[in-house]
């Protein structure tokens, strides 16, 4: 088979390929092939690549390009992680929305919502560009804001893009180990959207093993889910929430901690990988893995911070995340394995309250024929509620980056949860126009 990967020069990309290198199974990926704007950046991750390859038999070929035709060109699969506006850009997202007194995170709140109005144009134009030269090709998304990209991509790619996060997986290895169970043997009741999704049963042979999850004090309290919402709110709602959600379920406390940080998480990662990035001797992958395990650790600190959650274990730091997803989905579909996994796709009346063309994150059947939502029980009041109303965010996103609507993109920042202010929406798009060139599809433009 033959992978291409957009945003081939990301830090991510050897997790990927790690993945790959391990497959030894038929129908493996023979040929990888790494797109990336950035020269630089694709010559150092192939730098990494052609190491961790070393001794490996029939490591899959690597090929570099920064012509996106090519890129696609022959490809079965391609998987997206493409940064509009780098690292810097995310800075700015957070930084402006901070300044504000509201969340600056990336792909919740007023910076999920100017991630997205900068990346949909641009996955926008991959879309058509795969439909026209690789129609038969599978996408897999992994861009942020994960959910939204996917929604708007499957306007022109239909089912044949699928979108994949590894919140939801991380979610249910931790959970398993806490009850003692093989993660394999679990089925996972989750539904919501992408960053905003709660577990409601983890059920094993049919019974489920969450209630007695919640009643017990330390086994709930040992994972960072317990930790991050604390024992009393999970019981309260009965479920354990995707992490992202201590954003909402903690708002005030996460903004304080974020504003009283030294620097936001977009302008550590900066520093964190500029000397991987600009490095030249030495191993590559030496040092990529020493930025990789310095990058786990500090991932959500802030939250952690806030809560007195501590510091993230050492199993929470260990990988087995997207990269296997991506993996599974590849093989089930290329080859009829049929699995089952946690997916960002078209609603199709999984859940009752939105529409079919909603892009939801819910169990799905993969097999040859790509994947299918499994139906799941309604999601109580208070999430069903929370879940509306950032749909609606997600598509007023869409509408402003397809039809260059300035008032949808107010709109977009006005009625999420975590901004809810006309005025103090119009101040922050305003903000971010002047400094995010990407945005700038959207002045003049009702």
């Known amino acids: 088979m033959r992978l291409t990967i957009l945003g081939g020069g990301g830090f991510r990309v050897p997790l990927v390929y790690r993945a790959l290198l391990a497959d030894r199974g038929k129908g493996r ?25 070393e001794g490996v038999a029939d490591a899959p070929e690597v090929h570099v390009t920064t012509d996106l035709d090519e890129a696609l060109t022959g ?15 995310r800075a700015v997202d957070e930084r402006i929305a901070l300044e504000e007194g509201v969340l600056g995170q990336e792909t919740v709140g007023a910076g999920g919502i100017v991630y997205g109005l900068r990346t949909l144009p641009v996955t926008d134009h991959i879309a058509r560009r795969v ?13 942020n804001p994960a959910g939204t990209v996917t929604e708007a991509m499957s306007r022109h790619l239909g089912d044949r893009v699928i979108g994949i996060c590894d919140s939801p997986v991380g979610l249910g290895r931790r959970v398993a180990s806490a009850l003692g169970v093989d993660p394999a043997a679990v089925w996972l009741d989750y539904a919501g959207l992408n960053h905003l999704g709660w577990l409601r049963a ?41 992490e992202y959600l201590h954003y909402y379920y903690f708002n005030r406390e996460a903004v304080t901690a974020a504003r009283a940080a030294r620097q936001t998480r977009g302008a550590l990662l900066i520093d964190q990988q500029r000397r991987f990035y600009t490095e030249t001797t030495g191993s590559a992958l030496g040092l990529w893995e020493t930025t990789r395990l310095e990058r786990e650790t500090t991932y959500m600190a802030e ?60 169990p799905c059947l993969v097999d040859a024929n790509g994947a299918r939502p499994v139906a799941v029980d309604p999601l109580p009041d208070h999430a069903q509620g929370l879940v509306s109303s950032v749909k609606a965010v997600e598509r007023a996103v869409i509408e402003a980056a397809t039809t260059g609507s300035r008032q949808a993109a107010v709109r977009a920042l006005a009625v999420h949860p975590l901004v809810d202010s006309v005025k103090l929406a119009g101040r922050l798009l305003e903000r971010y126009e002047q400094e995010l060139p990407q945005l700038g599809y959207l002045r003049g433009r009702n």
């Open 75 to 89: 490809a079965d699969f391609v998987f997206s992680a493409i940064r509009v506006g780098g690292l810097e850009g």
């Open 202 to 242: 983890v059920r094993v042979e049919g019974r489920d093993l969450l209630p007695g999850l919640l009643q017990d004090e330390d086994a709930l309290t040992s994972f960072e889910e317990g930790k991050l919402f604390g024992a009393e709110w999970l019981r309260t709602i009965g479920a354990i929430p995707n």
């Open 303 to 362: 939250n952690r911070e806030a809560v007195g959650a501590g510091e993230r274990e050492s199993c929470d730091l260990e990988s087995g995340g997207y990269e296997q997803v991506a993996l599974a989905l590849m093989r089930a579909i290329a080859l009829d394995e049929r699995t089952t996994l946690i997916l960002n796709v078209r609603n199709r009346g999984s859940l009752g309250a939105l529409d079919g063309d909603s892009v939801v994150e819910v």
């Open 29 to 53: 990926v023979t040929h990888v092939t790494l797109y990336d704007l950035d020269a630089s950046r694709i010559a150092t991750i192939g730098r990494v690549l052609a190491e961790q390859a």
């Open 131 to 143: 439909a026209a030269i690789a129609p038969d090709a599978w996408v897999i998304n992994f861009t």
